[in-house]
């Protein structure tokens, strides 16, 4: 059995040699951030504890071993395994212009970045969270949240990704990055959320 591990991300498989020789191996993968989680394993009365990126565990039959792998070794091990893993969730943040649906001119250059990403991957689920600053009344964020998220939708539409793969949701000034007091211009707050799966 093999498990390769991306801080809690687990996938197993077996490999036998022969029925009686069960062989069974655990490596620790960094995760797309770079942070390593621990995995500990125990057989019996033996416990290794792994936490380095690409540490091993081999358990064969009565026998137990601890290595430390390279990259190039796990690819080459387990390739097959790694290119059926799913692209990593990931989230975009753009900003807008006070009080409108326009992006700012640095959010504009940004979104042509996140559409040349998008068109990349397969089958695409994609959420759209639109938020605004404090300024103004709720119900008038409330809208304005709501027409930056189908605003980034229609974008995303726009470059081959079919709409119903795509949820719009609009926050209005309830979930500030920054919080502020009422009637605050955040500009930090002015964005929307890409959410990528």
Do not use: W
């Not at 430390?68 to 290119?83: I, K, N, T, W, Y």
């Not at 949701?169 to 955040?186: C, F, K, M, S, Y």
Request: hydrophobic share 40%; net charge negative.
């Amino acid at each position: 059995m093999f498990a390769l591990v991306f801080g809690a991300l687990v996938i197993l498989g077996a490999i036998y040699a022969q029925p009686a020789a069960r062989e069974e191996i655990v490596v620790v993968l960094p995760s797309p951030d770079g942070h390593t989680g621990t995995v500990i394993v125990q057989r019996g009365g033996e416990r290794y504890v792994l936490n380095q990126p690409f540490a091993a565990s081999r358990l064969t039959g009565e026998q137990s071993a601890t290595a430390q792998l390279s990259d190039a070794e796990v690819r080459q091990s387990f390739g097959v395994a790694l290119e059926a893993l799913p692209v990593p969730p990931t989230t975009f943040l753009l900003y807008f212009v006070t009080g409108t649906d326009e992006l700012t001119d640095e959010s504009k250059e940004e979104l042509k970045q996140i559409l040349a990403e998008l068109k990349h991957r397969p089958v695409p689920d994609i959420m759209v969270v639109g938020h605004t600053d404090t300024v103004g009344e709720l119900e008038a964020n409330d809208l304005l949240s709501a027409q930056r998220a189908e605003r980034m939708k229609g974008f995303l539409v726009e470059i081959g990704i079919p709409g119903r793969q795509i949820q719009t949701a609009g926050r209005g000034e309830r979930e500030p990055l920054v919080p502020t007091a009422d009637n605050i211009d955040e500009p930090r707050n002015r964005r929307v959320e890409i959410n990528v799966r």
